[in-house]
């Protein structure tokens, strides 16, 4: 299973961007997908997801300024960035729990994508 995510930049305090990662491969489902983000020095963080449930879950950190979304039809998760600052510069990572048969699921990690937010 490979992540591949487009997007991400230099942009203005106060700016937009938009992240997509597209998932391919071998499996069944798409169990939870969404992103994660690492600063430097800093823990992975959860940034938004959809769930196993389909329900959405977003870091306090951007409720109200990040929208995830997805295409279930073509596997990809997209995550609309507005009102960003410079706190929100870090390494964007797109995240998949998927099925790969009836009895296993596996976890996968995109290989990221740059995001500054300059002041």
């Known amino acids: 299973v490979q992540l591949v995510e487009s997007g991400g930049g230099l942009v203005q305090a106060g700016g937009s961007l938009g992240l997509n990662c597209a998932a391919s491969?071998?499996?069944?489902?798409?169990?939870?997908i969404g992103w994660y983000r690492q600063a430097p020095g800093k823990q992975r963080e959860l940034v938004a997801i959809?769930?196993?449930?389909?329900?959405?879950n977003y870091a306090d950190s951007v409720k109200g300024r990040f929208t995830i979304s997805r295409d279930n039809a073509k596997n990809t998760v997209s995550l609309q960035m507005n009102g960003l600052k410079p706190e929100d510069t870090a390494v964007y990572l797109c995240?998949?729990?998927?099925?790969?048969?009836?009895?296993?699921?596996?976890?996968?990690w995109g290989q990221g994508t740059q995001v500054t937010v300059s002041s």
């Open positions: 995240y998949a729990r998927v099925r790969e048969s009836w009895n296993r699921i596996a976890a996968y």
């Open positions: 491969g071998k499996f069944s489902s798409i169990d939870a």
């Open positions: 959809f769930s196993s449930t389909s329900s959405t």
